[in-house]
């Protein structure tokens, strides 16, 4: 029998855990295994925010693929894919083309601006390592611009955070903790700075325990956030934003627009051809695509449904990671022949959103709930515990959090 190729598209949390187990599981001798990515590096996206608040530097979100994988057992290929067919069977690279026996589409997501007008053009997103990094050098441009101009500009000085989901609030809680900081280095007083998160819901962090919520709000506003719950974002210029409320419009001056409020699915799974529902692969229980079954999903651009909501399983790091050892599991048993597949039982060990550095809030084991310092903690080890499962105890030493206390 002849060496399946394996190609995996995507070095985020799905592609690179896939990867690392597949090292595990398979032979040179029994698959030729490429990984493809964009980058040298796959990233922490779930530290983006902090990043873009400047409240943690881009290098380590950052970890070398090299200090993961084995390139004796991994083909890394670093280019960007233009398109995939999975008639042919074949990836098209901007340098390049590859066939593949198996593929697996980990390739991620991307901001969904719902056609508000101008949103495209003008606000900025924390998409990856250069949108962070962009946010946080456009951020203190403002500051260190705003004292150095005849006419003092209060759009310089707004930020506005669209989205009160899990990356809207965490960028707001990490922005709380470091507009102090700018004030001083930039002589500005902090009652002049305004941080608005804007939210169409009815409440910030829909579906999550209102309890934790109105903690989340309190310890927010009480750091000077302002929230504005059902409010619609209508248009998004490059000064300003106009939101509406209660059928009043409210124009709010501001060069700095993040828009955290939606992401769907890489726009090239749509394009392959692959059946989608909502821009995503509904896949089959083994994580196949149901009309491509060389065709394994993970990730951002698959879509599970909750038996009991009725409703698809929110994108997250952990839902990735999980499927991605079943998806190594899987490919490996095919690999070697086999054809008794095992099937995707998401195991939901809870859920902690960070509200700066030494606060968060939480539901873990079940039902417990966590908010303060605790919750903080937890937010931690959960970081490390991914650190720990992907390059084991030398990578988590390396680019662990162990800032317990403070």
Not at 374 to 384: E, F
Request: proline residues 4%; charged residues 25%.
């Amino acid at each position: 029998m002849n060496k399946p190729n394996i190609v995996i598209l995507g070095a985020g949390y799905g592609g690179i855990m896939t990867t690392v187990k597949l090292q595990k599981k398979l032979g040179v001798n029994d698959a030729h295994i490429t990984l493809v990515n964009k980058h040298d590096y796959h990233y922490q996206t779930t530290w983006l925010h902090e990043n873009a608040a400047g409240t943690l530097h881009q290098d380590r979100t950052r970890l070398p693929i090299k200090d993961v994988v084995d390139f004796s057992k991994i083909n890394f290929v670093q280019d960007t894919v233009v398109s995939f067919n999975p008639d042919e069977k074949q990836v098209i690279l901007e340098n390049g083309q590859l066939d593949y026996d198996y593929l697996v589409v980990a390739l991620g997501f991307e901001a969904a601006t719902f056609g508000i007008p101008g949103l495209l053009e003008n606000a900025f997103t924390i998409n990856n390592i250069n949108s962070a990094r962009l946010i946080r050098e456009h951020i203190e441009y403002n500051f260190a611009k705003y004292n150095n101009e005849a006419e003092r500009k209060q759009e310089r000085l707004n930020i506005v955070v669209g989205g009160g989901g899990f990356t809207g609030i965490e960028f707001v809680g990490e922005l709380a903790n470091r507009i102090p900081e700018l004030c001083k280095e930039y002589d500005i007083d902090r009652s002049q700075v305004r941080i608005i998160n804007v939210e169409a819901a009815p409440t910030v962090l829909p579906g999550f325990d209102p309890a934790l919520v109105e903690y989340a709000m309190n310890a927010l506003e009480a750091k000077g956030v302002e929230f504005k719950v059902g409010a619609m974002l209508k248009e998004c210029t490059p000064n300003s934003i106009i939101i509406e409320k209660d059928e009043k419009r409210e124009e709010i001056p501001t060069n700095t627009t993040v828009w955290a409020a939606g992401v769907r699915a890489n726009s090239l799974v749509e394009e392959s051809g692959l059946e989608v529902n909502r821009g995503k692969v509904e896949v089959q229980a083994d994580l196949r695509a149901p009309s491509h079954p060389e065709v394994f999903v993970v990730g951002d651009c698959a879509l599970i449904m909750n038996e009991e909501t009725g409703r698809p399983y929110p994108p997250t790091a952990q839902i990735a990671i999980q499927e991605a050892e079943v998806a190594a599991h899987n490919l490996a048993i095919l690999a070697g022949g086999g054809s008794q597949l095992e099937t995707f039982t998401y195991n939901d060990r809870g859920t902690v959103a960070s509200l700066g550095h030494d606060d968060a809030i939480g539901v873990v084991f079940g039902d417990k709930k966590l908010f303060g310092w605790s919750a903080s903690v937890m937010k931690k080890v959960i970081d490390n515990r991914y650190l720990l499962k992907l390059g084991g105890i030398g990578l988590l030493l390396k680019k662990g959090k162990f800032n317990f206390f403070g």
